[in-house]
């Protein structure tokens, strides 16, 4: 079955300092992979996707590459900032087009101190 | 775009009693929903998968005569929690899938605590 396996947190940084979040997969097929993030009391905000083998996520200053030979798709950001503090899942989908499931890894919870 | 609303936002209820959650796609019609739980600190739990104008699916453990799901247009699918006990208390968040990027819009979360 497909799986997602998640850097553990939580994770604190200073501010403009470099983050990295770690996220691999397990998967048939060609699942699309994807960044949420979780602010306080909110529900799940779509931060980034990608469709296919070496596609670039981008938004907000986070990147995500997905790479196929590695099955991973790792969050990074160059510059945190304080309002980044929240929680971030890595999920995929085993199809992209339909309304197939989500699976999402178990959140790496991110702190930023000024 | 691709709003998706929850009402209410949080709830209390007594034991025993039922809570109906509604999950709204604003701005986009959705033949697909799916509704999470999600225990403090922890990742988001796959209930169920709701298709419009069809039974719900449930996901192994769920029980689905507690955890009642209708989907009964393209905008609106709701989850009732029938005879509510303190262990049902989570916070419960829906998705709408948008068709053709292959990812979900979630809701904001509705939070239930049963006393």
């Known amino acids: 079955g497909n799986s997602v396996t998640q850097m553990e947190g939580p994770v604190t940084l200073s501010e403009e300092a470099f983050l990295t979040i770690n996220c691999t997969y397990t998967a048939t097929g060609y699942p699309s992979l994807f960044w949420y993030v979780q602010y306080p009391g909110e529900g799940l905000q779509l931060l980034l996707k990608a469709t296919k083998a070496d596609d670039k996520g981008s938004n907000k200053g986070f990147e995500a590459t997905y790479r196929k030979e590695t099955t991973s798709f790792h969050l990074e950001k160059g510059s945190v900032q304080v309002s980044d503090s929240a929680v971030y899942f890595c999920a995929l989908s085993d199809g992209s087009g339909s309304a197939r499931q989500l699976t999402f890894g178990s959140g790496t919870q991110l702190t930023v101190l000024p | 775009g691709a709003v998706v609303s929850q009402h209410p936002s949080w709830v209390i209820c007594k034991s025993g009693t039922s809570v109906k959650i509604e999950c709204r796609s604003l701005d986009f019609q959705a033949t697909t929903m799916f509704w999470y739980r999600q225990f403090p600190k922890q990742s988001l739990m796959l209930m169920a998968t709701?298709?419009?104008?069809?039974?719900?699916?449930?996901e192994q453990g769920v029980e689905k005569d507690k955890f009642l799901i209708n989907h009964a247009s393209l905008t609106l699918s709701t989850l009732t929690v029938t005879s509510a006990h303190p262990e049902d208390s989570s916070f419960y968040i829906c998705s709408a899938h948008l068709a053709g990027g292959g990812e979900q819009y979630f809701g904001p979360g509705t939070r239930l605590t049963v006393t």
């Open positions: 709701s298709n419009e104008g069809s039974k719900a699916t449930y």
